[in-house]
């Protein structure tokens, strides 16, 4: 019975879409073309109103109640009306089978919203529509109309107000509780997107609660997550379609959410303020960071080929600073790696603690240099300490790489769990930058030999779906134990077609671990592996056709960011201290080159896991460096 350019809605639907058929007694969605192509993208699929289609598809009815409007604005022909609800319950056609989203489910009042919900009107409609609807979505506008009008209120007037709010809500559904049938339905109480305050502030967790069947008490969880307390918003649809018995379509990419998880609210508050406190030092101290390395790293190296010119004491006294300043430097992933972990919430004493933990690591090493004069073993001790906490980590919970500024960032829906390419890349760069320093100290044969191992390791841990998760950090891994094993063969007796046959081998074992995901685990509870073969499976070359786009587009993207500048000063400085350094006779500086390289094309934000490979290797570098014109001057 609405009208909007005064046109009533259901000659409006038959106008819009040229359908013949007139939509009496359902709502409609006039707006659903703009949807379509603010979703469509070459590197995901994303289907509007997928939930209500496949429901309908079934023969299963859904219902609308409620509203967002901040008034009723009959007189406004071009009023932009806040009605959310129907894009959960519309078909592919954007109609809902029924449902009252007018006027009468508002209501006039004197307090601070001029205009409120109508909740006993929604509580008769609720009662009408059980007895016809599969799935009802009620909504409960009164806090979006707030957060609407929050610009115009004191924040002492929003809080009282919120007061207000919830306890009108509680009274609803005291209504609401007798009514359903706990043994065979389910109530979802969920907020969809944050408030323009928390917006702003990179706050983007929401609140989501469930009753009913199969929900029993504890925290919410989904494969898609493997958090206890988090849920993405794409695992509602999975959610809903498995309460039905019906099949998930391979298009969307979410898992059914389950529970159990002991917890209380306290815990879920605390992992709230976690996750935005990390979120928040990422955007404000990692740019500081990825700046000040892009920088010094150069300047170093500009600095000790201008100081090395000098002779005597100067130099010996210049060469001590630049050293302490290197390793210092060296030390500063680990030192953010760690000072994550305590409940802060102030940038500043995260900034403290951070550079607290780098220096007393920087001191604590070169009270052990000056103790045993010059060693490289003490150098790498900022490596080896961050190789071994991070093998640790993932075979364990990886509760150090969850709450890490160098790790992911949940609320951006990119990784949930494993290890992202920040960490990947500083992992193997370490350990890379290990064997680079130890090579320095003792050339040995079966050096080479044995790192071939410890890629392949580092392969399994990386790529496997239970543990890092990553394909392209172990295929990375992969490249590197290949390239060092095609340098050994060059030397040796084994003739080179047994190259194809090896490198097949290692092929056939990483595609049997990333498949053993797919072939034990089941459909809800596979990792992003799994589900990637199931896509194929439903969808063909597609699936894959959007990893490729998603990472060439992300990758283009961040040539333009600081991590572009980083990437290009830490490969620049590795190169350099390389050839000055007797680096380049060893085939660790050709598993380096190859190891960026490929991390660079195969993960989704490239430049991000090359940038920080690099670091690692360059601070190496600049430690080998000095080492070296050491011990030249000694001999001298």
Known sequence: NEKWMDTPAGLLYQQLTGDPSFPAGKVIIPRLPEAVRLNFSAVRT?????????????????????????????????YTYARFAPWLAADERGLVSFGEVGVDTLQRTNGLLPWTTNYSYLAAKYREYRENADLIVVELGDF??????????????ISAEKQNLFTRLDSFLHTLWPLVDWEAETVFLLTPTPTMTNLKQGAYLTPCLVWGKNFSSGLLSSPTTRRPGLVANVDL??????????????????????TGFAGKLTALLSIEMKINATS?????????????????????????????????????NYRAYLQFFTLLISTLPLALHLASQP????????????????????????????????????????????????????????TLIKNSVLGYDPMLGARYYGIGNELAGLFLGSMLGILIGLQQLNATPSL??????????????????RIGANFGAGLTALAMALTLWAAQRQSSTYPSRQLPVLFLILTFFIATLLSFDFIVGGPDLQSHFGLLLENFQTRGVTALGEIIFRKLQVNVRLL?????????????????????????????????????????????????????????????????????????????
């Open 343 to 398: 409940p802060l919430t102030s940038p500043v004493t995260f900034v403290f603690l951070t550079g607290g933990i780098a220096i007393f690591s920087t001191l604590s090493s070169w009270a052990l240099v000056k103790r045993r004069k010059i060693t490289p073993l003490v150098f790498l001790l900022p490596l080896v300490l961050f190789t071994l906490l991070t093998i640790a980590d993932l075979l364990s919970d990886a």
């Open 560 to 636: 333009s960011t600081r991590w572009t500048l980083l990437f290009l000063s830490g490969l620049l400085s590795f190169t350099v201290t390389a050839f000055c350094a007797p680096i380049p006779r060893s085939p660790f500086f050709t598993v380096a080159l190859i190891g960026g390289l490929v991390g660079l094309v195969c993960n989704d934000s490239g430049l991000v896991f090359s940038a920080l490979f690099f670091y690692p290797l360059a601070t190496t570098g600049l430690l080998s460096l000095l080492g070296v014109d050491a011990a030249r001057n000694s001999r001298s």
């Open 280 to 316: 928040y030092f990422r955007r404000k101290v990692l740019p500081v960071f990825l700046n000040g390395a892009a920088f010094l790293l150069p300047v170093i190296i500009l600095g000790a080929g201008v100081l090395r010119k000098l002779a005597g004491r100067l130099w010996a």
């Open 237 to 258: 649809t999975p959610t809903v379609l498995h309460l039905f018995n019906l099949t998930t379509p391979g298009w969307a990419t979410g898992r059914p959410m389950n």
């Open 448 to 465: 080479s030999s044995r790192a071939i191992w410890l890629f392949l390791t580092a392969m399994a841990i990386l790529a496997a779906p």
């Open 46 to 78: 994303s289907i509007p109103c997928l939930l209500g289609q496949v429901l309908q598809e079934n023969h299963r009815t859904t219902a609308v109640l409620g509203n967002s409007d901040l008034a009723p604005t009959e007189e406004d022909p071009y």
């Open 144 to 157: 979006a109309r707030l957060d609407a009008l929050s610009a115009y209120l004191y924040d002492r007037q």
